[in-house]
């Protein structure tokens, strides 16, 4: 086995994409455990984990998103949230955190946040007295908010490789995306008094009124995103196409969307799209290799062995997937570790729903977590900002966020109180 694990770890450091680098271990792996003649079967096993129907919104939210994104949407909200709370003390602050929380409603996508407010919100930020690591760090911070508030494409990854209702995991993130964006804003609001941050001056806030209904095109669009799904009116998949349409015209609206613009957002789907699904098919080998080798059942007698509870193995667990977060992509973190570690939770009593929104959240820590963090990595480029002193600035921030997710694993009812209301939720 061995050489199995250096021939990995060759595949690595040779600069391959991780999915061939996992794919050629998985096969690799075959030949070692003497399973080769299971091969034959494997691309069978392949098309089954992506042959999901609720996969099928995740391309279409992807493409909702880069449309948006180039539509002049983030200007918007910026304005909308200075409009709300642009007055207080350290109000830039805050209308980074909120203006993250509009965002998230309509990309999903941390990384697209991140860049967005990254070009937009942090030099505004410098100019008015903010250090520069200090507004680079908060927009990172607050970007984490994106994949949790739906849509959310690690959502929608874990409820197709759990099959867990997509529905649920949307309803399910309203509530923990709300309160991490809370304890951002208290966090900002304690660096705000101690260094004195400044507010914005009453002439440069925009009317209330005028930005909001300018602002509702954009926000209209997660109202009929979740309102249709909760409803019943639309499944996931069908939201996702009618929210591309919405974009579509929102972007129009807004900017006017040309055609090199179209253009760039369908290649960015793809590309992103594809390198998902691309990752499912590799992984899908090494977890069909772990199924035959009964990994599953191996961890579940260990836990039995060593008498961890239903809250013991969810933390240990969850420590697993924050360390596995800050080196891995997080559908890749999904794929290896969901089929693995997350049966046990289940035969333990979790809920699938309340179990989905822990490791989507603390996967998305590993974002703005060194040394891999992929927003600290986007916002460091941006901005200029040297990588190490960002992550020592961002540091209270995720101790924070560290936080609000011990209160999840704590408190399932924060997640579950929406679906268990609209009854798709164990009681």
Same mark, same amino acid.
């Given at each position: 086995?061995?050489?199995?694990?250096?021939?990995?770890?060759?595949?690595?450091?040779?600069?391959?994409?991780?999915?061939?680098?996992?794919?050629?271990?998985?096969?690799? #792996?075959?030949?070692?455990?003497?399973? #080769?003649?299971?091969?034959?079967?494997?691309?069978?096993?392949?098309?089954?984990?992506?042959?999901?129907?609720?996969?099928?919104?995740?391309?279409?939210?992807?493409?909702?998103?880069?449309?948006?994104?180039?539509?002049?949407?983030?200007?918007?909200?910026?304005?909308?949230?200075?409009?709300?709370?642009?007055?207080?003390?350290?109000?830039?602050?805050?209308?980074?955190?909120?203006?993250?929380?509009?965002?998230?409603?309509?990309?999903?996508?941390?990384?697209?946040?991140?860049?967005?407010?990254?070009?937009?919100?942090?030099?505004?930020?410098?100019?008015?007295?903010?250090?520069?690591?200090?507004?680079?760090?908060?927009?990172?911070?607050?970007?984490?908010?994106?994949?949790?508030?739906?849509?959310?494409?690690?959502?929608?990854?874990?409820?197709?490789?759990?099959?867990?209702?997509?529905?649920?995991?949307?309803?399910?993130?309203?509530?923990?995306?709300?309160?991490? #964006?809370?304890?951002?804003?208290?966090?900002?609001?304690?660096?705000?008094?101690?260094?004195?941050?400044?507010?914005?001056?009453?002439?440069?806030?925009?009317?209330?009124?005028?930005?909001?209904?300018?602002?509702?095109?954009?926000?209209?669009?997660?109202?009929?995103?979740?309102?249709?799904?909760?409803?019943?009116?639309?499944?996931?998949?069908?939201?996702?196409?009618?929210?591309?349409?919405?974009?579509?015209?929102?972007?129009?609206?807004?900017?006017?969307?040309?055609?090199?613009?179209?253009?760039?957002?369908?290649?960015?789907?793809?590309?992103?799209?594809?390198?998902?699904?691309?990752?499912?098919?590799?992984?899908?080998?090494?977890?069909?290799?772990?199924?035959?080798?009964?990994?599953?059942?191996?961890?579940?007698?260990?836990?039995?062995?060593?008498?961890?509870?239903?809250?013991?193995?969810?933390?240990?667990?969850?420590?697993?997937?924050?360390?596995?977060?800050?080196?891995?992509?997080?559908?890749?973190?999904?794929?290896?570790?969901?089929?693995?570690?997350?049966?046990?939770?289940?035969?333990?009593?979790?809920?699938?729903?309340?179990?989905?929104?822990?490791?989507?959240?603390?996967?998305?820590?590993?974002?703005?977590?060194?040394?891999?963090?992929?927003?600290?990595?986007?916002?460091?480029?941006?901005?200029?900002?040297?990588?190490?002193?960002?992550?020592?600035?961002?540091?209270?921030?995720?101790?924070?966020?560290?936080?609000?997710?011990?209160?999840?694993?704590?408190?399932?009812?924060?997640?579950?109180?929406?679906?268990?209301?609209?009854?798709?939720?164990?009681?």
């Amino acid at each position: 086995m061995i050489w199995v694990v250096m021939a990995g770890a060759a595949f690595l450091f040779s600069g391959l994409a991780i999915a061939y680098v996992i794919g050629g271990a998985a096969v690799l #792996a075959f030949l070692a455990t003497d399973n #080769a003649r299971y091969l034959a079967i494997l691309p069978q096993q392949i098309f089954s984990k992506i042959d999901v129907f609720a996969l099928m919104a995740m391309p279409l939210f992807i493409l909702a998103g880069e449309l948006m994104n180039r539509g002049g949407i983030t200007k918007i909200l910026i304005n909308l949230s200075m409009a709300l709370v642009g007055r207080v003390r350290g109000g830039l602050g805050h209308v980074n955190i909120l203006t993250s929380v509009f965002f998230a409603g309509i990309s999903g996508s941390a990384v697209a946040d991140s860049a967005a407010l990254s070009n937009t919100l942090v030099p505004e930020m410098q100019r008015r007295g903010y250090t520069l690591s200090y507004a680079s760090a908060i927009t990172a911070a607050s970007s984490i908010i994106g994949p949790i508030v739906p849509p959310s494409i690690i959502l929608i990854f874990y409820g197709a490789l759990m099959g867990t209702s997509v529905t649920a995991l949307f309803l399910a993130g309203i509530v923990p995306g709300l309160v991490l #964006a809370g304890a951002l804003l208290l966090v900002n609001t304690f660096f705000a008094i101690r260094d004195d941050h400044p507010r914005v001056p009453r002439e440069e806030m925009p009317s209330f009124f005028p930005t909001l209904l300018h602002a509702l095109p954009a926000l209209s669009i997660p109202a009929i995103i979740l309102g249709g799904i909760v409803l019943g009116w639309m499944t996931p998949t069908e939201a996702a196409a009618v929210a591309v349409f919405a974009a579509f015209g929102a972007g129009w609206f807004y900017a006017g969307l040309g055609a090199n613009d179209i253009f760039e957002a369908f290649r960015r789907t793809a590309l992103l799209s594809g390198s998902i699904f691309v990752i499912i098919c590799a992984v899908s080998a090494l977890g069909h290799l772990g199924a035959l080798e009964r990994v599953p059942e191996a961890i579940s007698d260990t836990v039995a062995r060593l008498g961890l509870g239903p809250l013991q193995y969810m933390l240990a667990m969850n420590v697993i997937f924050l360390l596995a977060g800050m080196v891995l992509d997080i559908p890749v973190a999904l794929a290896l570790l969901v089929p693995l570690l997350a049966p046990v939770a289940l035969e333990q009593g979790a809920d699938p729903v309340h179990l989905g929104i822990v490791l989507c959240f603390n996967l998305c820590i590993g974002l703005v977590s060194p040394p891999m963090g992929g927003c600290l990595l986007v916002v460091s480029a941006v901005t200029g900002v040297n990588y190490w002193r960002l992550a020592r600035t961002i540091l209270p921030f995720v101790l924070v966020q560290i936080g609000v997710l011990a209160l999840l694993v704590w408190r399932p009812e924060i997640s579950l109180a929406l679906p268990r209301a609209f009854g798709l939720a164990g009681g």
